[in-house]
């Protein structure tokens, strides 16, 4: 079945740099696109960007413009978002989903919890 | 503060009918397709209606979805206990992607 597997919790220190790992399973990688969104404790959904897996074209949020890479190898069906110079208000469970042009985010990870904290 | 404006609370008992609206402006809901996900306590979203008003299959058709200008609206008609949950409406903005606030759903 169609899959998205996250890695798991992480806890860094302000500054430091988180990489968040979305491993894809039952359908073909590069047909779609991988959407990041994030939320925060207690907070709604934040979309952070995308990416196309096809050819690695990438759309971030403009607050997080500068601090957020999104990556993908078709090698291993994985896409990655990496976050810089984290604060505490980052701190935020994050999710992958999928991007399908017709359906939007169909398919979700399972979230992986951030955690910054001195 | 949210692009798109929902009601942050709706409630109702079960087998009523409940619409949860959604607001946004002629750069988002009024160009572009609204979306809806459901997201119940402590589990990742889930799509429930995608291109304004068409339902994944697997989602019951008591979940509906409306498009009307610059605004949207879910409608779940026989509310049931399992419904109790968050929903989102999202839209693409400029080529950016739009979350409205979240609307709790109690069940009463």
């Known amino acids: 079945q169609v899959q998205l597997v996250q890695s798991g919790a992480e806890v860094k220190k302000p500054g430091a740099s988180v990489k968040v790992s979305c491993k894809a399973s039952?359908?073909?990688?590069?047909?779609?696109?991988i959407s990041w969104v994030r939320q925060a404790p207690g907070q709604g959904l934040e979309w952070m960007g995308w990416i196309s897996a096809y050819n690695g074209n990438t759309n971030y949020a403009q607050k997080l413009q500068g601090r957020v890479t999104m990556t993908t190898d078709t090698s291993t069906s994985t896409a990655y978002m990496e976050l810089r110079s984290l604060r505490s208000d980052d701190t935020a469970v994050y999710y992958c989903?999928?991007?399908?042009?017709?359906?939007?985010?169909?398919?979700w990870g399972q979230g992986t919890t951030v955690t910054v904290s001195s | 503060q949210s692009v798109l404006t929902q009601p942050p609370s709706a409630s109702g008992t079960p087998g009523q009918r409940v619409t949860i609206s959604c607001s946004g402006s002629?750069?988002?809901?009024?160009?572009?397709?609204v979306y809806w996900y459901q997201q119940l306590p402590g589990t990742a979203p889930k799509l429930l209606i995608y291109?304004?008003?068409q339902r994944p299959s697997g989602v019951p058709d008591r979940f509906s979805g409306s498009k009307s200008g610059t605004s949207a609206s879910l409608a779940i008609s026989g509310l049931r206990s399992e419904d109790e949950a968050d929903y989102y409406c999202?839209?693409?903005?400029?080529?950016?992607?739009?979350f409205g606030g979240g609307t709790k759903l109690t069940v009463l």
């Open positions: 291109r304004n008003n």
């Open positions: 989903a999928r991007v399908a042009r017709m359906y939007g985010m169909d398919v």
């Open positions: 999202a839209a693409w903005d400029d080529s950016l992607k739009v």
């Open positions: 039952g359908y073909t990688f590069t047909s779609y696109g």
């Open positions: 002629s750069s988002n809901i009024g160009s572009n397709y």
